[in-house]
């Protein structure tokens, strides 16, 4: 989801045009390709799903608990938002940044990479109905690669790194224990790199990106990373897919 940088126009040749083209045609056919290969093989499209057991520590809801929040980053966040759109439990999963201060949470300053903050969703859910356990395996699961350091897919900086915003010492506990636990079993073939950052502060992105996977599901980005995810979390997690995302504002 990297943006080009505004360059001024330079004088064309007919040579210049041709090459132009070329490359045009270059990149049509690759994002058509890509579509192809979603439609005819959802798994081949993007980073693979993995399946993974549940956390051996969670926590077991009481009838009357309240609405919980679980931050999570781990690349783009247009995808991250859309998988938890579409689990059962998630009242709301808002894009925003995470890491760094208030003053630099907008796009374009995090896309330098230099603020601190990593694009980050903001999931509300409901502890009757999905454990933040379950919510932490989808993350793992589904939602990114956690072996990537500073990067998912073709998205590189720190901006994009794989990161847990723990709301309070017991997630941060659940979360470390979890990822003990699943480079023990050796879950993904290689160290998981995702760290745990504490009460960090969320910002909400700025509204064109939020609900983006459910408003652009024609894009090329996001047909070939993202939608993926959303057919992974469905094969892998039956019993928590919910076929209408919740959008944004808008609950349950």
Not at 27 to 54: D, K, R
Not at 57 to 76: H, I, S, Y
Not at 82 to 106: D, K, L, M, P, W
Not at 143 to 167: C, K, M, V, W
């Amino acid at each position: 989801m990297n943006t080009p940088s505004n360059t001024h126009p330079q004088p064309t040749t007919p040579h210049s045009r041709l090459k132009r083209r070329a490359l045009l045609n270059t990149l049509l056919i690759a994002c058509v390709a890509g579509a192809v290969l979603w439609q005819v093989h959802p798994s081949l499209a993007a980073e693979a799903a993995v399946n993974i057991p549940a956390p051996a520590d969670d926590l077991v809801a009481t009838p009357a608990a309240a609405l919980e929040t679980a931050v999570l980053a781990g690349g783009c966040f247009w995808g991250v938002q859309g998988v938890f759109q579409h689990v059962n439990g998630v009242r709301n999963a808002v894009s925003g940044y995470a890491g760094g201060e208030a003053s630099s949470a907008r796009y374009e300053a995090v896309g330098s990479g230099r603020t601190g903050h990593a694009e980050a969703v903001q999931i509300t859910y409901d502890p009757r109905q999905i454990s933040y356990g379950r919510i932490l395996q989808i993350y793992f699961s589904v939602a990114h690669n956690p072996t990537e350091l500073n990067r998912q897919g073709p998205d590189r900086g720190p901006q994009y790194r794989s990161t847990i915003f723990a709301q309070d010492a017991t997630q941060a506990r659940i979360a470390k224990a979890y990822i003990a636990q699943l480079n023990k079993a050796g879950s993904f073939g290689a160290p998981i790199v995702t760290t745990t950052e504490m009460q960090k502060p969320f910002f909400p992105a700025e509204a064109y990106h939020q609900d983006y996977l459910v408003l652009h599901p024609k894009a090329s980005y996001i047909v070939y990373n993202d939608l993926p995810k959303i057919d992974n979390l469905k094969r892998l997690f039956p019993d928590r897919y919910r076929a209408a995302p919740v959008l944004v504002g808008k609950g349950a």
